[in-house]
DNA sequence: ACATTAAGTGATT
DNA sequence: AATCACTTAATGT
């Protein structure tokens, strides 16, 4: 039986017949924020789908150095499973429950049966493709033609979204190791944004004031 | 009270 | 923006 948050959210979507195929074969997962879900060199077994919660995607350097690309939440799928599900290849990324999640693990021997299958399939995977993408430009963007300042706040707003709070709670260090900066940055420029009231800091945590 | 961890700051590159 | 070195503040035992 799937659980109701994936009928409420797909019956509209996917044929009968679709559901059916995907409730014979779909295990539910439910993951503690913090978990590591997936990670990099891991082969890729199966497809998860984000029921709810979020699940962030980072990239790591050789040294263990990580950058934070962004969240996938409700109704989204990896885009790493999605390019690696035809050939049996290994993750590039790695990924972390942002929060507590429910996900919907589907095998990925049943991608191409269904892609040849069901229209409905190609078009979800074909849209999850796309607007994974766009996350990816927009995370080049950012990197690449924003100043700290701003992708900061960009990251703490993008955090408060996914967690449905305003309140980040996390530590500096933990925000410069998704930033891939160090602490001392992070503090500097949280504080400048505090005295430009756009944010509020306490131990542990900090406030989005204009979301 | 003491140790540990988080955050703030000046100076230097 | 990164690093170092140091201070101050908050928290746990």
Known sequence: MLPVEFNNKYEGIFEP????AIASVAVEKKVQEGEVLMDIGQPLLHIPLVLNGAIKILREDKDGEEL???????GDTCAMTLSCCMGQKKSEIRAVAETDAH???LPVSQMEIWMAEYQSWRRFILDSYHSRM????DAVDT?????MEERLLKYLK???????DATVKTTHQQVANDLHTSRVVVSRILKQL??????RLGRNQMTVLSL
């Open 17 to 20: 017949e679709l559901m059916q």
């Open 68 to 74: 934070l690309l962004y969240f996938i939440e409700h």
């Open 103 to 105: 996900l919907l693990m």
């Open 134 to 137: 766009m996350e990816l430009l």
């Open 143 to 147: 990197v690449a033609f924003m100043n």
């Open 158 to 164: 993008d955090k408060a979204m996914v967690t449905h």
């Open 194 to 199: 505090e005295k430009e009231g756009k944010i």
